[in-house]
DNA sequence: AAGGGCGATATCGTTCTTAATCATTGACGT
DNA sequence: ACGTCAATGATTAAGAACGATATCGCCCTT
């Protein structure tokens, strides 16, 4: 599924076109992303929760060299999903 | 944030009232958990991805009784941030 | 319709997540 | 605003993910 598809869905599920469908989802993605952006927590009960975390690893690997390779400390998203997607059969 | 601060966002960003804007956003979320319900993969360039895996780990831990707890085989979604959200400061 | 970038993949050692449970915090429907 | 029930945190040990890089695949903009 990407993002076209996801217009898709809403457009079935709406009374609004494909072009605006898809300015509606990208909105709510775009919102999603800014807050992340902003390390901001998101919590939606029964979907999933997105976190933003520290990295605490210091290093790497090189697949050809094989010799270590420093990693600049940083964030992470931790995401968890909801009870409905948590036991998917 | 929370879904209603979503809906809020998109209000802002749209000529929809904050009901309007609750039901999109519903709309989206519903559509991504269904699509994640059917082991569908998904992805958003520029946002993020979303995998269905097997799982593979065959126990856990109790804390309590400390010993270990057999796990029954199922799926984990795997997330993966986009470019954007991949590095964030 | 098609090319340009972004995402996926493989690799290896260290770090981190996962699973069950109970109490507590808090999301969200009424 | 209140009540209900989901989400979080903590714990242990094993197994899986993470991270950099180049290449291939394919999403998405023009």
Do not use: Y
């Given at each position: 599924?990407?993002?076209?598809?996801?217009?898709?869905?809403?457009?079935?599920?709406s009374?609004?076109?494909?072009a605006?469908?898809?300015?509606?989802?990208?909105?709510?993605?775009?919102?999603?992303?800014?807050?992340?952006?902003?390390?901001?927590?998101?919590?939606?009960r029964?979907?999933?929760?997105?976190?933003?975390?520290?990295?605490?690893?210091?290093?790497?690997?090189?697949?050809?060299?094989k010799?270590?390779?420093?990693?600049?400390?940083?964030?992470?998203?931790?995401?968890?999903?909801?009870?409905?997607?948590?036991?998917?059969?």
């Amino acid at each position: 599924m990407i993002k076209n598809d996801i217009a898709l869905e809403i457009e079935k599920k709406s009374e609004f076109n494909r072009a605006k469908s898809l300015l509606i989802v990208e909105a709510v993605l775009s919102t999603l992303k800014e807050a992340l952006t902003n390390e901001e927590k998101i919590e939606i009960r029964g979907f999933s929760s997105f976190k933003v975390v520290r990295k605490k690893t210091g290093f790497g690997r090189d697949i050809r060299r094989k010799k270590q390779i420093k990693i600049k400390k940083g964030k992470r998203i931790k995401f968890r999903p909801g009870q409905d997607l948590k036991n998917i059969k």
